[in-house]
């Protein structure tokens, strides 16, 4: 089982903080993990697509869409941040 993280806006987008899924075996990275959560979200799916969106596999950030998702235990989505 793994645990996904909405953050920001996305957690608005999802309706939800967190979630725990069980993605099928054939979901090797954050992009294919992406599609699987659009086949009943689209609308979410193309938020978490954004080029601007973060993405931490079990607390480090990962390197973008092609990330491998082998293992992990926690997977957060984050909107950009801004600070002053």
Do not use: H, N
Not at 9 to 14: I, N, Q, S
Not at 24 to 40: E, N, R
Not at 63 to 71: E, F, K, Y
């Amino acid at each position: 089982m793994t645990r996904i993280l909405y953050f920001g806006k996305l957690r608005d987008a999802a309706g939800r903080a967190s979630q725990d899924a069980a993605p099928p075996s054939d979901i090797a990275t954050v992009g294919q993990l992406i599609a699987w959560i659009g086949a009943d979200r689209p609308d979410l799916a193309d938020a978490l697509s954004q080029p601007s969106v973060r993405v931490a596999i079990d607390q480090e950030i990962a390197a973008g869409p092609d990330a491998p998702l082998a293992g992990a235990g926690e997977i957060a989505f984050m909107p950009p941040m801004s600070g002053g």
